[in-house]
T-cell receptor, first 115, second 112 residues
Framework: DTEVTQTPKHLVMGMTNKKSLKCEQH?????MYWYKQKAKKPPELMFV???????INESVPSRFSPECPNSSLLNLHLHALQPEDSALYLC??????????????FGPGTRLTVL | GENVEQHPSTLSVQEGDSAVIKCTYS??????FPWYKQELGKRPQLIID?????GEKKDQRIAVTLNKTAKHFSLHITETQPEDSAVYFC???????????FGTGTRLTIIP
């Protein structure tokens, strides 16, 4: 399996809802990432997990809460979001940090709309 | 931190002609430079990457060149085809740094 998968593909939620985004990879990668991408912009890094530990939080508001239950799974829990949080949320993985084989591979993303 | 500038922001090329996209980076420690292609509504897909111990890398119609002294790298697409139409992002980072810094993107349109 050489893919990163994400569910759901689309999500519409109200500002008072709680929802979760899921990401999965079975390539044995030990680093996983969450990115946010607005239209016509590059992906913007949110969080990095390395060996299941949070290693980077790019000053993301607490209404976004990441979780890495095991080396294959990455979740992003959403609560009390704002309309400006509407975006494409991309998950990525790479073999490991700090090695020559650290290419990042992206999942298809979850298109999130906050009403 | 690293800063990556990318030009042009839009590029229209006649089918069969070549396209060149250029990026400049600021951190001389950066040593890994990938290029991603993103079609509308799809994921960014890695199309080619280069490490700072080489100056050029080719994969069929795609090539990347790196000038470490000038701190810039370029993507070259030859014999362009309609399916090359997409947004292309360059990026840079150094080994050991988890953060990949992206350029602002180039929208490439191939005119049939």
């Amino acid at each position: 399996d050489t893919e990163v998968t994400q569910t759901p593909k689309h999500l519409v939620m109200g500002m008072t809802n709680k929802k979760s985004l899921k990401c999965e990879q079975h390539m044995g990668h030990r680093a996983m990432y969450w990115y946010k991408q607005k239209a016509k912009k590059p992906p913007e890094l949110m969080f990095v997990y390395s060996y299941e530990k949070l290693s980077i939080n790019e000053s993301v508001p607490s209404r976004f809460s990441p979780e890495c239950p095991n080396s294959s799974l990455l979740n992003l829990h959403l609560h009390a979001l704002q309309p400006e949080d509407s975006a494409l949320y991309l998950c990525a993985s790479s073999p490991q940090i700090g090695a020559s084989t650290d290419t990042q591979y992206f999942g298809p993303g979850t298109r999130l709309t906050v009403l | 931190g690293e800063n990556v500038e990318q030009h042009p922001s839009t590029l229209s090329v006649q089918e069969g002609d070549s396209a060149v996209i250029k990026c400049t980076y600021s951190d001389s420690a950066s040593n890994y430079f990938p290029w991603y292609k993103q079609e509308l509504g799809k994921r960014p897909q890695l199309i080619i990457d280069i490490r700072s111990n080489v100056g050029e890398k080719k994969d069929q119609r795609i090539a990347v060149t790196l000038n470490k002294t000038a701190k810039h790298f370029s993507l070259h697409i030859t014999e362009t085809q309609p399916e090359d139409s997409a947004v292309y992002f360059c990026a840079a980072r150094y080994f050991g740094n988890e953060k990949l810094t992206f350029g602002t993107g180039t929208r490439l349109t191939i005119i049939p």
